[in-house]
C-alpha cells in the first residue's frame, strides 16, 4: 500500500530563511508525487509536480527515488508562503486517479 | 460561478438524519472526488468517479452513499451517521486520461457536524 508521510506538523521560520518541507513516500510503483498548498480561507490547490521539474513562487521539489522522498524547498521564504503545504502521491490504475495525502505541514514565516 | 462549488457549506444533523452534500464542477472533467479531512487524519480519499463509474470505493461505511448522475455533478448522500463522521467534506475533479496524474481542483468544502 501506498503511504505518504510529512513529519513535520509545524514549521516555523523568519522571513528570508531557507526552507524545507519534508515529505517522503512509499509505493512499490513508478511514483508519482505532488505538493498541494491550502492558504488562509483558500481552497486547496496544486503548487507543484514532480513531473513538471518547475519552480512554482520560488518553491521546487526533486524526486528522489533512493530516498523516497519529495521534500519541498524555497531559499528564500516570504511572508505571504505561509500556510499548510501538502504532499500527495498519485497512483492511476485506468480507474482514476488516486492520490494519497500526508498530514500536512504548516509553515508560519514570521516577519 | 466558475470551478468546483459545493453546498451547503456548513451542515448541522443529527445522527437518525438523511441528508446530501452536492458538488459541481463547471471545468469539464470527467473525474470527481470526494475526500474526508479531519482533524486527526490524513486527507482520505473516499470514492472516485470516472465518466460517471464508480471506479474506487476506499472502504467506506455504507452509510455514505455516492451518487454521480453525470460528469459535472456529484452527491454524497448521509445516512445515521455517527459523531466522528464530523469533518470537512471535499469534492475535487480533473480531467483523467489515465496514465499520468492530473491535477485535482478542489471545493471549498462541507463542513460537517453529526451531533
Known amino acids: 500500500a501506498q503511504r505518504v508521510t510529512q513529519p513535520e506538523k509545524l514549521l516555523s521560520v523568519f522571513k528570508g530563511a531557507p526552507v524545507e518541507l519534508k515529505c517522503n513516500y512509499s509505493?512499490?510503483?513508478?511514483?508519482?508525487l505532488f505538493w498541494y498548498v491550502q492558504y488562509s480561507r483558500q481552497r486547496l490547490q496544486l503548487l507543484l509536480r514532480?513531473?513538471s521539474r518547475e519552480s512554482i513562487k520560488g518553491f521546487t521539489a526533486d524526486l528522489n527515488k533512493g530516498e523516497t522522498s519529495f521534500h519541498l524547498k524555497k531559499p528564500f521564504a516570504q511572508e505571504e508562503d505561509s500556510a499548510m503545504y501538502y504532499c500527495?502521491?498519485?497512483?492511476?490504475?485506468?480507474?482514476?486517479?488516486?492520490?494519497?495525502f500526508g498530514g500536512g505541514t504548516r509553515l508560519m514565516v514570521k516577519p | 460561478e466558475t470551478g468546483v462549488t459545493q453546498t451547503p457549506r456548513h451542515l448541522v444533523m443529527g445522527m437518525t438524519n438523511k441528508k446530501s452534500l452536492k458538488c459541481e464542477q463547471h471545468?469539464?472533467?470527467?473525474?470527481m472526488y470526494w475526500y474526508k479531512q479531519s482533524a486527526k487524519k490524513p486527507l482520505e480519499l473516499m470514492f472516485v468517479?470516472?465518466?460517471?463509474?464508480?471506479?474506487e470505493n476506499n472502504s467506506v461505511p455504507s452509510r455514505f452513499s455516492p451518487e454521480c448522475p453525470n460528469s459535472s455533478h456529484l452527491f454524497l448522500h448521509l445516512h445515521t451517521l455517527q459523531p466522528e463522521d464530523s469533518a470537512l467534506y471535499l469534492c475535487?475533479?480533473?480531467?483523467?486520461?489515465?496514465?499520468?496524474?492530473?491535477?485535482?481542483?478542489f471545493g471549498p468544502g462541507t463542513r460537517l457536524t453529526v451531533t
Open positions: 475535487a475533479s480533473s480531467q483523467d486520461q489515465g496514465g499520468v496524474g492530473y491535477e485535482q481542483y
Open positions: 509505493y512499490s510503483g513508478s511514483p508519482e
Open positions: 514532480h513531473i
Open positions: 500527495a502521491l498519485s497512483r492511476n490504475n485506468n480507474a482514476g486517479n488516486m492520490l494519497t
Open positions: 471545468l469539464g472533467h470527467n473525474a
Open positions: 468517479y470516472n465518466f460517471k463509474e464508480q471506479t
